[in-house]
């Protein structure tokens, strides 16, 4: 269970405080889809980015497995995105200087895994690459790398995968093939899934969809059954 306790996110931009994130509250049990929806600027990827441990918030807390990661310090937050956490962006991130097994491996080998390359290797196997592993991200096209990333986010079996976007730059065909693999990946790891999309059919295959709007939650399918405040109000 992933509890999001008061989280708020406050910047300066222009010498003006703005309040990006405004008191989000959620309970994410294990192994829910979630979709988080809502118009461009509402908060969807730095919501994403606090609970993948990339950043702070200004105040809140994000409770996983009854650890407060809001409050671990700088060198524990790398081990909390390493062992909990796969991330996968709209841009997809791969190091443009590594083959995609090489880029898969990374994760791996910075866990010591022993058998990195081999592993790295059956990932792609599994997303249907096992021709293109010793290619560059160059030589792939846009839904080829994004397949890269998302055996490289499933390698190290993290419980928690972020996926921000990830069909945002492919076509509805590719992107498709994209969220079908995620979703079966998913399935069979049983990890908890938290995807931001515009898209809502995208949207539709999740079990809950928390849409934000300003920094704040609009609505959230599954409110009634998750509300903190439900039982006291009862
Ligand atoms: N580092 C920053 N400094 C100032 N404003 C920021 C910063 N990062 C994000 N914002 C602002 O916070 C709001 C939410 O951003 P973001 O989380 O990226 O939204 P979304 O992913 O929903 O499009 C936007 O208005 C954005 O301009
Ligand atoms: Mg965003």
Do not use: W
Request: glycine share 8%.
């Amino acid at each position: 269970m992933i509890a999001i306790k008061h989280l708020f996110m406050c910047l300066s931009a222009g010498g003006h405080p703005v309040t990006i994130l405004n008191n989000i509250s959620l309970e994410i049990p294990d192994k829910q889809m979630v979709a988080i929806v809502g118009p461009s600027g509402s908060g969807k990827s730095t919501l994403l980015g606090l609970i993948a441990g990339l950043d702070k918030p200004t105040s809140g807390a994000i409770v996983l497995d009854g650890v407060d990661i809001t409050a671990l310090a700088e060198s524990e937050m790398a081990r909390y995105r390493r062992q909990k956490i796969g991330y996968i962006f709209q841009s997809f991130h791969l190091i443009p200087t590594l083959t995609a097994r090489e880029n898969v491996a990374v994760p791996l080998e910075l866990a010591g895994s022993p058998q990195a390359d081999g592993r790295a290797a059956e990932l792609l196997a599994a997303v249907g690459l096992r021709d293109r592993q010793d290619h560059y991200p160059v030589q792939l096209s846009g839904g080829e790398q994004q397949r890269v990333a998302v055996a490289r986010a499933f390698a190290c079996r993290p419980p928690i995968l972020l996926a921000d976007e990830p069909t945002g730059n492919l076509d509805s065909t590719t992107g498709r093939q994209v969220i079908d693999l995620l979703l079966a990946l998913n399935r069979d790891q049983g990890s908890t899934l938290i995807l931001v999309t515009h898209d809502q059919t995208l949207a539709s295959h999740a079990e809950r969809i928390v849409a934000l709007r300003d920094g704040r939650i609009e609505s959230d399918s599954c409110a009634h059954l998750f509300s903190p405040s439900s039982g006291a109000q009862g």
